[in-house]
Nanobody, 118 residues
Framework: QVQLVESGGGLVQPGGSLRLSCAAS????????MSWYRQAPGQERELVAA???????NYADSVKGRFTISRDNAKNTMYLQMNSLKPEDTAVYYC????????????WGQGTQITVSS
């Protein structure tokens, strides 16, 4: 079965750092475009960062210069390095996989909570 499992979330102070991981199984990870989304209570789920199967990346304006997305195809794992965290980064963060234009092959993780607070 397909699984995407996020880890690395938790409570951090403003200005701190966290590294999220998304471990994938049950599909050919290297062929999939991967991304991180986040959702705060009462708000829409928004794209944070994406890394395509070919390695290209894009970021939401709100996280540019602070977050870095990467992937290790040999480990079937995607990462999000989060630096200079702000209270407005507080949200549930979700891992997403999609097989390019074949959107019927779209998978989501269960989410992990990130809370940025002093």
């Amino acid at each position: 079965q397909v699984q995407l499992v996020e880890s690395g979330g938790g409570l951090v102070q403003p200005g701190g750092s966290l590294r999220l991981s998304c471990a994938a199984s049950g599909f050919t990870f290297s062929k999939f475009d991967m991304s991180w989304y986040r959702q705060a209570p009462g708000q829409e789920r928004e794209l944070v960062a994406a890394i395509r199967s070919g390695g290209g990346t894009n970021y939401a304006d709100s996280v540019k210069g602070r977050f870095t997305i990467s992937r290790d195809n040999a480990k079937n794992t995607m990462y999000l390095q989060m630096n200079s965290l702000k209270p407005e980064d507080t949200a549930v963060y979700y891992c997403k996989a999609v097989l390019g234009r074949y959107t019927e092959y779209t998978y989501w993780g269960q989410g992990t909570q990130i809370t940025v607070s002093s």
